[in-house]
């Protein structure tokens, strides 16, 4: 008995990339796209207007796009459809995009330079509702995260102050603060003294403690 192939929706705007990744989902035949959609608005309404039992699991979903981009239809569309599993495919690795995406609901977010093998394994993974995101992706997502957490706070500290406040509260030491920021030792210490300053504190423990106790830091 044949086992029901897993529905599939693409969404993006470009004829080519919908065409050239129908192409390479129908590699594996487990996998079935059922619909497309050109934008983001143009997919809801797909959705809102086809047969219950053509509605797909899951869609991979563009990030750019005019009308209703990625975010957008992601949140319109789990409104709607919470149990569907939405993948946003993009080109984009700025932080704060990656961050967008995860928080409107996507379940992975990842690049249109993955290999055929890997949307496979992409989509395998978000049925099962599991992430799939790569080492620079997750590095994006938490420098998202941490840059998101340091503009909530309304301190006379600079936002590379609070990065450095966030780091220190990690357990970095400067050399790791240098390399993870992308600034030399020398800098890491001004910050840190300028810290210590604005926080009227006297060592990084204190620091660190503060930064706890302002709920910036995931235990």
């Not at 993009?90 to 990842?110: K, N, Q, R």
């Not at 994006?140 to 503009?151: E, F, M, S």
Request: charged share 25%.
């Amino acid at each position: 008995m044949e086992r029901d192939k897993t529905k599939i929706m693409i969404v993006d705007d470009h004829d080519m990339v919908r065409m050239g990744l129908k192409t390479y989902i129908s590699l594996d035949p487990t996998f079935e796209v059922v619909l497309e959609g050109k934008d983001g608005q143009h997919a809801l309404h797909t959705l809102q207007t086809s047969n219950p039992e053509q509605l797909p699991e899951l869609i991979l979903m563009d990030l750019m796009m005019p009308v209703m981009n990625g975010v957008e239809a992601t949140r319109a569309i789990l409104s709607e459809y919470p149990d569907m599993k939405i993948i946003i495919l993009t080109s984009f690795l700025e932080d704060h995009l990656v961050l967008e995406a995860i928080e409107s609901g996507a379940v992975s977010y990842v690049l249109k330079t993955i290999s055929a093998e890997e949307l496979v394994y992409a989509l395998q993974g978000a049925k099962r509702g599991m992430p799939i995101m790569t080492n620079d992706i997750s590095q994006a997502l938490t420098r998202g995260l941490r840059h998101k957490t340091v503009q909530n706070d309304d301190s006379g500290m600079t936002e590379r102050e609070r990065e450095v406040l966030l780091l220190i509260a990690e357990g970095k030491n400067n050399k790791d603060i240098s390399e993870e920021l992308h600034i030399s030792i020398k800098t890491v210490k001004t910050h840190v003294s300028n810290l210590l300053m604005k926080c009227e504190m006297d060592d990084r423990t204190q620091l660190a403690i503060y930064a706890h106790r302002k709920g910036w830091v995931k235990t």
